[in-house]
Protein backbone atom coordinates (compact mmCIF):
# COMPACT_ATOMS: atom_id res chain seq x y z
CA UNK A 1 0.00 0.00 0.00
CA UNK A 2 1.03 3.39 -0.93
CA UNK A 3 1.48 6.68 1.40
CA UNK A 4 3.32 9.30 -1.00
CA UNK A 5 4.88 11.96 1.38
CA UNK A 6 4.45 14.97 -0.98
CA UNK A 7 0.54 14.86 -0.40
CA UNK A 8 -2.16 15.92 1.94
CA UNK A 9 -5.48 13.22 2.35
CA UNK A 10 -8.96 13.32 3.33
CA UNK A 11 -10.99 11.30 6.06
CA UNK A 12 -13.37 10.27 2.81
CA UNK A 13 -10.13 9.05 1.79
CA UNK A 14 -9.20 11.62 -1.17
CA UNK A 15 -5.52 12.79 -2.07
CA UNK A 16 -4.38 15.99 -2.88
CA UNK A 17 -1.01 17.74 -4.19
CA UNK A 18 -0.09 20.64 -2.42
CA UNK A 19 2.11 21.66 -5.40
CA UNK A 20 -0.27 20.96 -8.22
CA UNK A 21 -3.56 20.79 -7.56
CA UNK A 22 -4.45 16.90 -8.51
CA UNK A 23 -6.67 15.03 -6.79
CA UNK A 24 -7.76 11.41 -6.89
CA UNK A 25 -8.57 8.73 -4.55
CA UNK A 26 -5.82 6.83 -2.13
CA UNK A 27 -4.77 3.58 -2.77
CA UNK A 28 -6.39 2.13 0.45
CA UNK A 29 -9.71 3.10 -1.36
CA UNK A 30 -9.45 1.82 -4.45
CA UNK A 31 -8.18 -1.23 -2.45
CA UNK A 32 -11.47 -1.23 -0.96
CA UNK A 33 -13.59 -0.26 -3.84
CA UNK A 34 -12.27 -3.45 -5.92
CA UNK A 35 -12.43 -3.18 -9.47
CA UNK A 36 -12.99 1.18 -10.48
CA UNK A 37 -15.90 0.14 -13.81
CA UNK A 38 -17.06 3.46 -13.92
CA UNK A 39 -16.70 7.39 -13.47
CA UNK A 40 -19.11 9.77 -13.33
CA UNK A 41 -17.98 13.36 -12.31
CA UNK A 42 -20.44 15.70 -11.70
CA UNK A 43 -18.09 18.49 -12.14
CA UNK A 44 -16.36 20.07 -15.38
CA UNK A 45 -13.72 22.40 -16.20
CA UNK A 46 -14.21 25.99 -14.98
CA UNK A 47 -16.72 24.76 -12.49
CA UNK A 48 -16.06 26.31 -8.16
CA UNK A 49 -16.42 23.59 -5.74
CA UNK A 50 -16.72 24.31 -2.47
CA UNK A 51 -15.04 22.11 0.51
CA UNK A 52 -16.59 18.16 0.72
CA UNK A 53 -18.43 19.09 -2.36
CA UNK A 54 -18.82 15.69 -4.24
CA UNK A 55 -17.18 15.92 -7.60
CA UNK A 56 -18.85 13.24 -8.60
CA UNK A 57 -18.83 9.24 -7.92
CA UNK A 58 -17.50 6.27 -8.30
CA UNK A 59 -18.45 2.57 -9.59
CA UNK A 60 -16.78 -0.67 -8.60
CA UNK A 61 -18.23 -3.88 -8.85
CA UNK A 62 -18.63 -3.80 -5.32
CA UNK A 63 -20.51 -0.44 -4.86
CA UNK A 64 -20.69 3.03 -5.58
CA UNK A 65 -19.05 6.02 -3.31
CA UNK A 66 -19.06 9.95 -3.99
CA UNK A 67 -15.99 11.57 -4.27
CA UNK A 68 -15.92 14.52 -1.73
CA UNK A 69 -13.47 17.76 -2.76
CA UNK A 70 -10.61 18.14 -0.68
CA UNK A 71 -10.98 21.70 -0.83
CA UNK A 72 -12.86 24.84 -2.03
CA UNK A 73 -11.22 25.75 -5.37
CA UNK A 74 -11.93 26.28 -9.37
CA UNK A 75 -12.06 22.95 -11.22
CA UNK A 76 -9.21 23.80 -14.00
CA UNK A 77 -9.06 19.73 -15.24
CA UNK A 78 -10.83 16.80 -15.14
CA UNK A 79 -8.92 13.44 -16.41
CA UNK A 80 -10.80 12.63 -19.66
CA UNK A 81 -9.03 9.22 -19.81
CA UNK A 82 -10.31 7.81 -17.49
CA UNK A 83 -13.44 7.41 -19.14
CA UNK A 84 -12.11 4.88 -21.78
CA UNK A 85 -9.80 3.15 -19.19
CA UNK A 86 -11.80 3.88 -15.72
CA UNK A 87 -9.39 0.77 -14.26
CA UNK A 88 -6.42 3.39 -14.50
CA UNK A 89 -7.73 4.71 -11.05
CA UNK A 90 -7.03 0.86 -9.65
CA UNK A 91 -3.69 0.49 -11.61
CA UNK A 92 -2.29 4.05 -10.72
CA UNK A 93 -4.27 5.88 -7.89
CA UNK A 94 -1.63 8.62 -7.69
CA UNK A 95 -0.47 8.93 -11.58
CA UNK A 96 -2.56 7.71 -14.34
CA UNK A 97 -5.48 7.45 -11.96
CA UNK A 98 -5.97 11.21 -10.77
CA UNK A 99 -9.03 12.50 -10.72
CA UNK A 100 -9.36 16.30 -10.80
CA UNK A 101 -7.02 19.49 -10.99
CA UNK A 102 -8.35 21.95 -8.48
CA UNK A 103 -7.01 26.09 -8.12
CA UNK A 104 -7.46 26.78 -4.64
CA UNK A 105 -8.81 29.20 -3.52
CA UNK A 106 -7.83 29.04 0.10
CA UNK A 107 -4.56 27.34 0.74
CA UNK A 108 -4.85 27.36 4.17
CA UNK A 109 -7.39 24.29 3.99
CA UNK A 110 -4.64 22.20 3.49
CA UNK A 111 -3.46 22.76 6.95
CA UNK A 112 -7.04 20.40 8.04
CA UNK A 113 -5.95 17.59 5.98
CA UNK A 114 -3.89 14.37 6.98
CA UNK A 115 -0.18 14.03 6.11
CA UNK A 116 0.77 10.56 4.80
CA UNK A 117 1.70 9.65 8.42
CA UNK A 118 -1.78 10.15 10.01
CA UNK A 119 -3.63 9.42 6.98
CA UNK A 120 -1.62 5.79 7.51
CA UNK A 121 -2.60 5.25 11.16
CA UNK A 122 -6.13 6.35 9.88
CA UNK A 123 -6.20 3.66 7.60
CA UNK A 124 -4.62 0.70 10.14
CA UNK A 125 -1.42 0.49 8.10
Not at 21 to 29: K, Y
Amino acid sequence: MKFPENLRYTEDHEWIDPSTGRIGITDHAQDQLGDVVYLDFSMNVGDASALKDVLGTIESVKTVSDIYAPVSGKITEVNSALEKSPELVNKDPYGEGWLFCVELDDPSQLDGLMDAETYKKHTGH
